[in-house]
């Protein structure tokens, strides 16, 4: 009776470690520097998760702006609704992180909708923004036109002096640009751009990625083992 006891507990240890090695599968991803191979439990994560967790935060999510604003509502729509479709770890961090991405898109997308229609519709400019806000001078500035909006240009011309290798360079353009016949059309277009759309892009919901997620991911393995890096 002792001798079959001892059988049956043995045979119990070998069947929990069989188990316990049969859920730990690997997954091989990437940062910057290095590759890794994760070991995971497959009872808490599938492989399809770990990709699309992964495809979250590795992925830009860039959209250009170029084209129509019907091309870009395609391109809009695109990117959102591959974030929407990713399957990723119930794990409260990067489920937040999803809101947050889908966030960041959804709020660039409406800026350069409004953007795109700024030439046809100034108004829409000044109803996207914050009252308060730099980009709501802009805004108003764009849409009333004229002197207003020259004066504007000067002002963003100078912001932009502040910060720039060559001063001179941008000065002597503004000037060059000043004695036109058009330009209105074109202080129109630098302050929508350099003035209204990077005030307003500050304004966005925007996600720092300093490291914090890839952290936060190897944190989803049992074991991660560095398999290879690259010289910093």
Known sequence: MRLRLI???SFMVVSLLSSAFAQTKAWGFNDELCTYKGYYDSKKY???QLADTYKLFRTSHYVHDEGTLEELTVRYDSVIRSVENLKIVQVSYFQRLKKDVLRYLLETADLKKTQK???EKPQLLIAAVKEGTRAR?????LH???DRLLEAYEQVTKEQMKNNSTPAYLWHNYENTMKRADRL???FDYVLVYGWWNSA?????????DGTQM???QKLFVKVDIVDCDEP
Do not use: P, W
């Open 185 to 187: 059309d074109r202080a």
């Open 137 to 141: 001078e802009y805004a108003e500035a």
């Open 144 to 146: 009333q036109g004229g």
């Open 215 to 217: 952290e936060q991911f």
């Open 46 to 48: 599938t492989d399809v």
């Open 117 to 119: 229609k700024a030439k």
């Open 201 to 209: 892009n500050h304004l966005v919901h925007h996600i720092n990625y």
């Open 7 to 9: 059988s049956i507990g």
